[in-house]
C-alpha cells in the first residue's frame, strides 16, 4: 500500500515564495500543495475549506499575521500541524509562533530537502525547534521555576509527559496506555499544572531535559 500524501497549504504574503515553495514540493512523491494564502486570514479560511495536514505560515504578514492565525486555528481546534516558514530568526518572533501552537520552524532560506524532511517530521508529530529557540524556551522554563517539578508526578503522568515527547496525540496515548481520551487529557492538565507549563510544546521540552522522553 502507498504512503499516504501529506496535504500542503501555503500561507505566504509574497507570491514569489509561494510560487518557489510550490515548485520544489509539487515534485515530491508524498506531498501535494493543496492551495495557497497570501495572508493569515485567508490561511485560516483555506485551512478549514482544504483540511491540509500540514500548514506552512509565514508570521510577518500584513492584516492577520502568521502568530494570531495561529491562535484562531488552535481556538477552533483545527487538527492541521504549523510549520513557520519565515526569515525572521529573532526569538521574540518565533517563540512566540511556538507558544501559540506551531510545530516548528525553519528559515526561508533552508535546503530544499531539509524543508521537506521537516514537513514529514511535523506530520509524524514532532516538534521540529532550532537550537536557539529550544535553549530560550527551556531558559524560559527554568525562570518559570519547572526545574525540579517532575517529583511531583505520578507513575502514570511521567509515562504520559514521555509519550508527549515522543509527539504522540492524545488518541495514539490513550491507546498506547490501554486508556480513555479523557483520561489522557485529565493527566496532560495535571501534568502541564504541576509543572506550570501552558501547552505541550514546553511539555515535551520538559521532558527531554529532564530525561522523561524516551
Known amino acids: 500500500m502507498a504512503d499516504k500524501i501529506i496535504r500542503v497549504l501555503l500561507v505566504d504574503d509574497h507570491q514569489v515564495v509561494r510560487r518557489g515553495l510550490r515548485t520544489f514540493l509539487e515534485i515530491q512523491d508524498d506531498i ?14 483555506r485551512t478549514e475549506e482544504l483540511h491540509p495536514d500540514v500548514v506552512l505560515m509565514d508570521i510577518k504578514m500584513p492584516g492577520t499575521d502568521g502568530i494570531e492565525a495561529l491562535r484562531k486555528l488552535r481556538q477552533l481546534e483545527n487538527p492541521a500541524k504549523v510549520l513557520i516558514v519565515t526569515s525572521f ?10 507558544r501559540a501552537g506551531a510545530s516548528g520552524y525553519v528559515y526561508k532560506d533552508v ?5 521537506a524532511g521537516a514537513i514529514r517530521s511535523v506530520y509524524a508529530g514532532h516538534v521540529l525547534l532550532q537550537p536557539e529557540v529550544a535553549g530560550a524556551l527551556l531558559a524560559q522554563e527554568d ?37 480513555s481520551e479523557k483520561t489522557v487529557k485529565t493527566h496532560v492538565s495535571n501534568i502541564l ?22
Open 32 to 45: 501535494e500543495v493543496v492551495g495557497e494564502a497570501a495572508d493569515g486570514a485567508e490561511g485560516v479560511a
Open 89 to 98: 530568526t529573532e526569538q521574540r518572533t518565533v517563540v512566540p509562533a511556538l
Open 111 to 115: 535546503d530544499p530537502d531539509a524543508l
Open 143 to 179: 525562570a518559570g521555576g519547572g526545574t525540579g517539578r517532575g517529583s511531583t508526578l505520578t507513575e502514570r503522568e511521567q509515562e504520559v509527559l514521555g509519550l508527549i515527547a515522543d509527539g504522540r496525540s492524545n488518541r495514539e496515548i490513550a491507546r498506547a496506555l490501554v486508556l
Open 193 to 214: 499544572m504541576k509543572l506550570d507549563l501552558s501547552d505541550r510544546t514546553q511539555a515535551a521540552l520538559w521532558a527531554v531535559r529532564h530525561g522523561v522522553a524516551g
